[in-house]
Each structure stands twice: as C-alpha cells, then as structure tokens.
C-alpha cells in the first residue's frame, strides 16, 4: 500500500524541530532507496531524483563564485524584472520588514539562469542568508545547489516550497524557501524567479500563494506595460497601412499585431530572433519586404507564390529553452517554444501517423475530455506553422523530415512536464526511445552529449 505525502498544512502546525525531523526521515530513507514515513511531494521527489542523476552530493555544501559586480550590475540593467520591483517589493517585502511583529523573511529575484540579482528584507535574514551563500550574484540554479525556491521553479516552470530537508543539500536543512517563476507574457520566455526565505520558525503554507500571486501581479504588469507599447504603435502604423496597396501588416518586435490591411488578421506573428529589414522569408506568409518603425516592424508581401517547407528540427535538449528550426528551399529560421507548445510538438513527432484532439488531451492532459484546449493550443501552433502541420487527425506532413534532439539524460527531457506521454519517454528504461534512435543523428552517426531522432515518410 502506497504510504501517504508530506503535507505542509499539517507540517506547519507541528512543532518546528518535530517538523525538521520527520522531513529528515523522508529524505535519509528516500535517498537510501528505502521506504520513507511519507512519501516526499511530487516536485520534491523529481527534483532530488535530478538531482541523483547529476551526481549532486547531497552531505556537501554547493556554491560558485559570484557574479563580478560589473556583470551583476549588466545583469540588472538588462532585466525586464528591474521595472517590477516596485511590484514585487510591495506584495512580498511588506511581509518580511524586520521591526517589530514583522515576519522575518527576505525577498530574493534571480534570473532565469538562477543567478541573484536583488534581495531585500530583514537584516537579521540577510546576514544569516549570507552564510547560506545566498547574496547578490550567486548561483541558486538547482544543478549548482540542489533543490531550492529559486533553481528548482526555474526547472519546472511552476511555484514550489521548499522546506527544510526537502533541500536536497543538508546545510540548506535550516531553510525553508518559496518560489514563483515569472515569464514574459509577451512571448513566454522565462525572466528568472521571485523567492521569500527565511529560517524554518517563519514558515507557513499560505506563503507559496503569496509568492504566485505576486508573481501573477508582475506578470501583469509586462501585460499593461505592453499593451500600452501596442497603443504606440498602432497609432503611427495606421497612417501608413492606409497608403500601402495589397496586404500589409505592422507587428511589434514580439511580432504582436498592431494594424493589418488587406488580409485577415492575427494575434501574433512568429518573427525569427535575428529578424531585420529586407527581404525575409516567413513560413506563415512567404515573401515579405520588411522596413523599420518605432517600436516594431512594417511588413508587406511581395511575393505570392507557396513556399514548402522540407525538414524540421525539435530541439528539446536544453532544461529551459526549447526551440523549432524550420528550413526550406527558400531559407531557413529558429523560434523558442512555449513549454505546452514543445509538449505537443514533441508528442506529434513521436506519432507520425497522428493524434486526434482527444489523444493529445491525453498525451497532454491524462484526460481526454480536455479537447477543446488542445484544439486552442493546436490553432496557435499551426498559425506559425502553416502548411506543415495537418489536422483530423493533428500531424505532421508526410513530405517534412522531422528531426528530434532531446537531452542526453532522458531524466531530463522537458523537466517541467507533467504530461503522461513526456513522463513515458523519460521511464524508458534501456534500448531505444520513444519516436527514434538512440544517441545517433539522423545519418546514423553517433553525437555526444545529445539523442536525436529522425523518422523520413516512406517513399
């Protein structure tokens, strides 16, 4: 019989030392692959078993040098977080003040690699963290120092609590921590992650919701923020889409639309990173003459002919940054993918033969009345991938060669996922994955480091 779960109600109204022991307990049998009083939560359990698979020594205190301050300072400036401190130090250093009652927390930002930019709160807290190393411009990122508040919601793209000896490193054991990630809306890359921390006595299960909905806040705030770029320049594109003959459209440099003439419109444009004035080729529309504007870009197409697109390449390979490399007769480009859009890109390129809405809602979701948000998502993503993608059933094209690249760990493919099919590739236990071979390329050619797939339709 399955034993039950730590729960952090129940953990929080016990004595803290009684607390810190039983999780003690959990971890030492856990770790020793025996059978612990309670199972450890599900982000707990995944994240010390990467943690197991790094070889990460869990008896031995982890840090990396720190950022030199010329770097840190960088870092900061280039930021989007720096315009939501006001945000976040409203909603979370309000609540870790250090006089009088105040709880004695401290509020630490990090950026998507897991380095420190800001932290701010009781001055008792920061002094202790420092002896935790956890200062301005240290690496928290959760291969450097094990499970944590900051590195592991980076990994999983999801609030977590960590508290005590949930941290996979024992001197972090006096601990306890909660995080958020925090992604821009604009077009979904992570940013980094906001933290409260503070010794175990202030722990208490309402400050994970704290932390999300704070983070929610910020989130919305890039939202305003951009919506109000938009406003921008929507009112210098109109002028000028009402003198461009045939089909134009002006989109932001997120590739947001702000004014179409001529042709249906989109809510956004998928732009290559190395976008830029000229003549450039897109999947979704062809040919386009590009020109510059305040604030975005102008485009008109200029040629009509179908363009094919003949091979692409999945790249799941990295923790946090997934991308799609599309190329053709007439050129080529790369985009970064949503954590849900690399989840269904990469079902579809294990079935070939395709998926209907009702079994990628279980690949996806484990339920397979959830169709008519697969039906949304798949929209999204076929908008960027016109003429590639077909529907009834969702599946690649016969004449595109699809190429997979996955980690070399398969413990480490989409670690944020919990979706059924992704969970199934990573349990493999020996012999050849899911969808294709083995630690070759698609010519057979062993490559380190990585796994890719290739599958090309029959002739």
Same mark, same amino acid.
Request: net charge positive; hydrophobic share 40%; glycine share 10%.
């Given at each position: 019989?399955?034993?039950?779960?730590?729960?952090?109600?129940?953990?929080?109204?016990?004595?803290?030392?009684?607390?810190?022991?039983?999780?003690?307990?959990?971890?030492?049998?856990?770790?020793?692959?025996?059978?612990?009083?309670?199972?450890?939560?599900?982000?707990?359990?995944?994240?010390?078993?990467?943690?197991?698979?790094?070889?990460?020594?869990?008896?031995?205190?982890?840090?990396?040098?720190?950022?030199?301050?010329?770097?840190?300072? #960088?870092? @900061?400036?280039?930021?989007? !977080? $720096?315009? +939501?401190?006001? *945000?976040?130090?409203?909603? =979370?250093?309000? &609540?870790? /003040?250090?006089?009088?009652?105040?709880?004695?927390?401290?509020?630490?930002?990090?950026?998507?690699?897991?380095?420190?930019?800001?932290?701010?709160?009781?001055?008792?807290?920061?002094?202790?963290?420092?002896?935790?190393?956890?200062?301005?411009?240290?690496?928290?990122?959760?291969?450097?120092?094990?499970?944590?508040?900051?590195?592991?919601?980076?990994?999983?793209?999801?609030?977590?609590?960590?508290?005590?000896?949930?941290?996979?490193?024992?001197?972090?054991?006096?601990?306890?921590?909660?995080?958020?990630?925090?992604?821009?809306?604009?077009?979904?890359?992570?940013?980094?992650?906001?933290?409260?921390?503070?010794?175990?006595?202030?722990?208490?299960?309402?400050?994970?919701?704290?932390?999300?909905?704070?983070?929610?806040?910020?989130?919305?705030?890039? #939202?305003? @923020?951009?919506?109000?770029? !938009? $406003?921008? +320049?929507?009112? *210098?594109?109109?002028?000028? =889409?009402?003198? &461009?003959? /045939?089909?134009?459209?002006?989109?932001?440099?997120?590739?947001?639309?702000?004014?179409?003439?001529?042709?249906?419109?989109?809510?956004?444009?998928?732009?290559?990173?190395?976008?830029?004035?000229?003549?450039?080729?897109?999947?979704?529309?062809?040919?386009?003459?590009?020109?510059?504007?305040?604030?975005?870009?102008?485009?008109?197409?200029?040629?009509?002919?179908?363009?094919?697109?003949?091979?692409?390449?999945?790249?799941?390979?990295?923790?946090?940054?997934?991308?799609?490399?599309?190329?053709?007769?007439?050129?080529?480009?790369?985009?970064?993918?949503?954590?849900?859009?690399?989840?269904?890109?990469?079902?579809?390129?294990?079935?070939?033969?395709?998926?209907?809405?009702?079994?990628?809602?279980?690949?996806?979701?484990?339920?397979?009345?959830?169709?008519?948000?697969?039906?949304?998502?798949?929209?999204?993503?076929?908008?960027?991938?016109?003429?590639?993608?077909?529907?009834?059933?969702?599946?690649?094209?016969?004449?595109?060669?699809?190429?997979?690249?996955?980690?070399?760990?398969?413990?480490?493919?989409?670690?944020?996922?919990?979706?059924?099919?992704?969970?199934?590739?990573?349990?493999?236990?020996?012999?050849?994955?899911?969808?294709?071979?083995?630690?070759?390329?698609?010519?057979?050619?062993?490559?380190?480091?990585?796994?890719?797939?290739?599958?090309?339709?029959?002739?």
């Amino acid at each position: 019989m399955r034993n039950a779960t730590v729960d952090m109600t129940r953990l929080a109204a016990m004595d803290t030392r009684e607390a810190a022991l039983l999780l003690k307990g959990v971890r030492d049998a856990t770790l020793r692959g025996g059978r612990p009083p309670l199972a450890p939560r599900a982000d707990i359990r995944e994240s010390w078993q990467r943690m197991l698979r790094k070889g990460v020594d869990p008896d031995k205190d982890h840090r990396s040098g720190l950022l030199p301050p010329g770097e840190l300072e #960088r870092r @900061r400036n280039a930021s989007p !977080l $720096a315009a +939501l401190l006001p *945000v976040l130090r409203e909603g =979370l250093v309000s &609540v870790s /003040g250090s006089g009088g009652d105040a709880v004695q927390h401290i509020m630490v930002v990090a950026d998507a690699e897991g380095r420190v930019l800001w932290r701010e709160g009781s001055p008792a807290v920061l002094r202790k963290a420092d002896g935790h190393g956890f200062e301005p411009g240290a690496d928290w990122a959760e291969t450097t120092v094990g499970t944590n508040g900051v590195g592991t919601a980076l990994v999983t793209r999801r609030p977590v609590q960590v508290h005590s000896a949930e941290h996979f490193v024992s001197t972090h054991h006096s601990w306890t921590c909660a995080g958020a990630p925090i992604t821009d809306p604009r077009d979904g890359k992570l940013l980094g992650a906001v933290d409260v921390s503070g010794p175990l006595a202030t722990m208490h299960p309402a400050t994970l919701m704290l932390v999300s909905s704070v983070a929610r806040l910020a989130e919305a705030e890039l #939202r305003n @923020r951009h919506f109000a770029e !938009l $406003a921008r +320049l929507r009112s *210098v594109a109109a002028p000028i =889409l009402c003198r &461009v003959g /045939g089909r134009a459209l002006a989109v932001d440099t997120h590739g947001w639309l702000a004014g179409v003439t001529g042709m249906p419109p989109v809510d956004r444009l998928p732009l290559p990173a190395s976008f830029r004035a000229g003549r450039v080729w897109l999947p979704s529309l062809g040919m386009c003459a590009v020109e510059p504007l305040p604030g975005g870009w102008l485009l008109r197409l200029v040629d009509e002919e179908t363009r094919t697109v003949s091979r692409l390449v999945l790249d799941v390979s990295r923790p946090r940054r997934w991308s799609l490399e599309v190329s053709g007769a007439v050129g080529g480009w790369t985009q970064e993918l949503s954590p849900r859009h690399a989840e269904l890109l990469y079902v579809l390129a294990l079935h070939r033969d395709g998926r209907t809405a009702a079994e990628l809602a279980y690949d996806v979701f484990g339920d397979r009345t959830r169709t008519v948000t697969v039906r949304a998502e798949m929209s999204r993503v076929r908008r960027t991938l016109a003429g590639v993608l077909d529907h009834r059933p969702y599946r690649f094209r016969e004449e595109v060669e699809v190429e997979v690249v996955r980690p070399a760990d398969p413990g480490d493919l989409l670690p944020h996922s919990t979706a059924p099919a992704v969970r199934a590739s990573r349990g493999e236990a020996a012999g050849e994955p899911a969808g294709g071979r083995s630690g070759t390329d698609s010519s057979g050619a062993g490559r380190s480091g990585t796994t890719r797939s290739s599958r090309r339709p029959p002739a």
